[in-house]
C-alpha cells in the first residue's frame, strides 16, 4: 500500500485533518495537507488523487509503502467536507467518513501504528528550479524533466497566459492555489508514479509542457469542478459525490485526450499512417492498435 501525503515547509494549524485525529501525524512527524493512497496498478488514477489531493500551495511530497492490512476505506467528499474543511475533526466526524458500501470513490483512513517499510521525498520547489541529482533518473528522462521544468517556470511570464487563461477556456475565476495544483501535476505526477513503483514510464510523459495537459476538454472540465470544490472547503458546503465523480470521469478523460494527441503526433513525427502498422511494434495497424489506447495503456510506451 503506497500513501501519498502532501504538506508544506510550515505547519497550517487552521486546517483540520484526519492525520491528526489519528494519531497519524504523530506517526508522520507532521502534519500533512492531505493524505491519499496512490494506485500502483494505475497511473492515471494516481495522477487524479495526487491532482485532488493538492489543496494548497505544495512545497513537500512524500511516499510511504506502508505494512498495513486493516485500512478501512473512506469516502474522499466526505474526507474533505467534514475533516478538510472542519478546524477541529472529531471521531464523530470520521464515523460519518467510513465509505458507504459499495462506494466508487474511496481512499483508506491507515491504522497510525501502520510500519513504513519505505519512503520517497520529493521536493517540490527543488524540482522546479531542476535540482534533479536526488532522483534516480537516466539521462533521457532527466532531460525531458528539465525540459518541462523549464516550460512550467515559464509559464508566468508568457504574454498569453493569465491567471487560467492559457489551461483552456474561460478560466479567469480560478483561484491561485488551483494554478499551483496544476503546475505541480504536469509531469511531477509520472516521475512520482514511476519513481515509488519502480515502473519506467515514458519520457513524453516527463517531458510535458502545462499546456498538453491544460487545453484537452476534459481536463478543462474537471478544473471547472475543482475551482467550486475549493471554494466550498472550509465553508460546510457538501461538495456532493455526483460532482466528484464528475470531476474524476472529467480529469481521467482529459489524461486520455492528452495521450491520444501525443499518439497522434508521434505517428505523424514517423510517418505512420491510420493503416500502417503501429509504431509500438505490435503487428497491428495503427488505428487498431496505439490509437485506440488510454493513458495508462500508452504511458509505458517508450
Known amino acids: 500500500m503506497l500513501l501519498y ?3 508544506a515547509a510550515e505547519p497550517l494549524p487552521d486546517l483540520g485533518s484526519v492525520a491528526e485525529s489519528t494519531g497519524l501525524e504523530r506517526r508522520l512527524g507532521y502534519r500533512p495537507l492531505f493524505c491519499t493512497l496512490l494506485n500502483p496498478d494505475s497511473l492515471a488514477d494516481s495522477w487524479f488523487r495526487a491532482y485532488a489531493a493538492s489543496p494548497s ?5 512524500d511516499v510511504y509503502e506502508v505494512d498495513d492490512k486493516s485500512a478501512q476505506p473512506m469516502d474522499v467528499v466526505t474526507w474533505c467536507d467534514e475533516c478538510l474543511g472542519s478546524g477541529e475533526p472529531d471521531d464523530d466526524a470520521l ?11 474511496t481512499d483508506y483512513l491507515l491504522d497510525p501504528d501502520a510500519a513504513p517499510l519505505r519512503s520517497w521525498r520529493f ?3 527543488d524540482i522546479l528550479n531542476g535540482r534533479l541529482d536526488d532522483l534516480a533518473l537516466g539521462s533521457a528522462e532527466r532531460a525531458a524533466l528539465q525540459h518541462s521544468m523549464e ?4 509559464l508566468p511570464s508568457r504574454e498569453d ?5 492559457s489551461l483552456g477556456g474561460n478560466l479567469d475565476q480560478i483561484p491561485l492555489e488551483m494554478w499551483y495544483r496544476f503546475m505541480l501535476t504536469v509531469s511531477l505526477m509520472p516521475l512520482v508514479w514511476s519513481q515509488v513503483t519502480g515502473t519506467r514510464v ?3 510523459l516527463l517531458s510535458l509542457v502545462p499546456d498538453a495537459l491544460g487545453t484537452t ?12 470544490w475549493d471554494q466550498s472547503i472550509g465553508e460546510r458546503e457538501a461538495f456532493g459525490h455526483e460532482r466528484f465523480a464528475a470531476m474524476r470521469a472529467c480529469f481521467l478523460r482529459g489524461l486520455d485526450q492528452m495521450a491520444g494527441q501525443l499518439v497522434q503526433d508521434r505517428a505523424r513525427a514517423e510517418g505512420v499512417g491510420r493503416n500502417d502498422e503501429c509504431f509500438c511494434g505490435s503487428g497491428r495497424k495503427f488505428k487498431k492498435c496505439c490509437a485506440r489506447k488510454g493513458l495508462d495503456s500508452l504511458a509505458c510506451l517508450v
Do not use: C, K, N
Not at 500551495?57 to 511530497?61: A, S
Not at 464515523?95 to 470513490?105: C, H, I, K, V, W
Not at 476534459?218 to 478544473?223: C, R, S
Open 5 to 7: 501525503t502532501a504538506h
Open 57 to 61: 500551495y505544495v512545497q513537500v511530497i
Open 95 to 105: 464515523t460519518r467518513a467510513l465509505a458507504p458500501e459499495g462506494s466508487d470513490f
Open 123 to 125: 521536493d517540490v520547489l
Open 151 to 154: 516550460s512550467v517556470r515559464a
Open 161 to 165: 497566459v493569465r491567471l487560467g487563461s
Open 202 to 204: 515514458s519520457p513524453w
Open 217 to 228: 476538454p476534459g481536463f478543462q472540465e474537471a478544473q471547472a469542478y475543482v475551482s467550486v
